[in-house]
């Protein structure tokens, strides 16, 4: 799988540049999350992370748009992968960790939805981890089934649409079965499509704990994995670029070569595509995205 990661791009303005993206040789792209989000803000990038609700529909475009784009990426057999936030919500402006008022009432008002606010402090900690929230952003508690439901709807819905994939936004704090939590297990076996695209973000992480999510998911990770079939590879994601702007002092030619070397190693790779910038219509890229075996996809 070769994704083209178009963050904070319109449904609409995708759909024009369809023929030169399959012309790069992607097969499939990354939207922007598409859930509600408590502000409309092009400018703030980390907006999109954080979501009011499991619905379709924002200022990147509403759930007819989203159909028409994937009707016309179908046209040149290009996947659309949904970015979805699961684990958490909107938090509110006052530095409390709760929901926003935008959130949806179905959520905001079940107290058996939320994880306790506590932030996480230790990273090692997997406690931590998997029972507190995330820079004040209210956690979500994924073992419940009522909340599974919602989610599995949210994603129907979206296969619905034509999505035919989906990555997990912040995975890694979304407990494994052998944690007392089946969202992984459960949420799977209920979606309506098999050959379904499933991967997930599991930064900073041993080979135990990316073993023990890749036997669910294909896996994001800026760590090393043993089994490079199952890896989303990548040289730079928005993460990098925008939050920990370790990438930023790369050029636009370096980024292009170091990607090329990736797709000599691995099946699935991710190419951010910067802000303003063109540089994923290189022709390094194009021919780094030619056709190498089979791609395993991990349902």
């Known amino acids: 799988m070769r994704i083209l990661h178009l963050l904070n791009w319109k449904l609409n303005d995708i759909i024009n540049e369809l023929e030169q993206i399959n012309n790069q040789g992607f097969n499939a792209v990354q939207i922007n999350p598409i859930q509600p989000l408590k502000e409309d803000n092009y400018s703030n990038w980390w907006l999109s992370y954080q979501?009011?609700?499991?619905?379709?529909?924002?200022?990147?475009?509403?759930?007819?748009d989203l159909i028409r784009l994937c009707e016309c990426a179908n046209n040149y057999n290009i996947r659309i992968i949904a970015d979805v936030i699961c684990n958490h919500m909107?938090?509110?402006?006052?530095?409390?960790?709760?929901?926003?008022?935008?959130?949806?009432?179905?959520?905001?008002?079940?107290?058996?939805?939320?994880?306790?606010?506590?932030?996480?402090?230790?990273?090692?900690?997997?406690?931590?981890?998997?029972?507190?929230?995330?820079?004040n952003l209210p956690g979500l508690q994924l073992q419940n089934h009522d909340l599974q439901n919602i989610i599995i709807n949210f994603l129907n819905e979206l296969i619905d649409c034509g999505v035919s994939g989906f990555r997990f936004d912040a995975a890694k704090s979304i407990a494994l079965p052998q944690e007392n939590c089946d969202f992984w297990t459960r949420v799977i076996y209920h979606l309506k499509k098999y050959d379904i695209f499933l991967y997930g973000e599991v930064i900073f992480a041993d080979q135990e704990l990316l073993y023990n999510y890749s036997r669910y998911i294909n896996i994001t990770t800026n760590s090393d994995y043993n089994d490079k079939s199952l890896k989303v590879a990548y040289i730079e994601n928005h993460d990098s670029y925008f939050e920990f702007k370790y990438t930023m002092h790369k050029s636009p030619d370096d980024i292009n070569n170091e990607y090329r070397y990736l797709t000599e190693e691995y099946v699935h790779t991710l190419y951010?595509?910067?802000?303003?910038?063109?540089?994923?219509?290189?022709?390094?890229?194009?021919k780094a995205n030619q056709p190498r075996g089979k791609v395993l996809i991990k349902h």
Do not use: M
Request: with cysteine; glycine share 6%; aromatic share 14%.
């Open 51 to 64: 979501p009011c609700g499991f619905r379709i529909g924002n200022q990147y475009g509403s759930k007819e």
């Open 90 to 135: 909107a938090g509110s402006n006052d530095n409390q960790i709760k929901p926003h008022d935008q959130v949806d009432e179905i959520l905001k008002n079940n107290p058996q939805f939320w994880k306790e606010p506590k932030n996480i402090d230790d990273w090692d900690n997997r406690y931590q981890v998997i029972n507190y929230c995330i820079g």
């Open 272 to 286: 951010y595509a910067r802000p303003y910038s063109d540089a994923w219509k290189n022709d390094i890229v194009k």
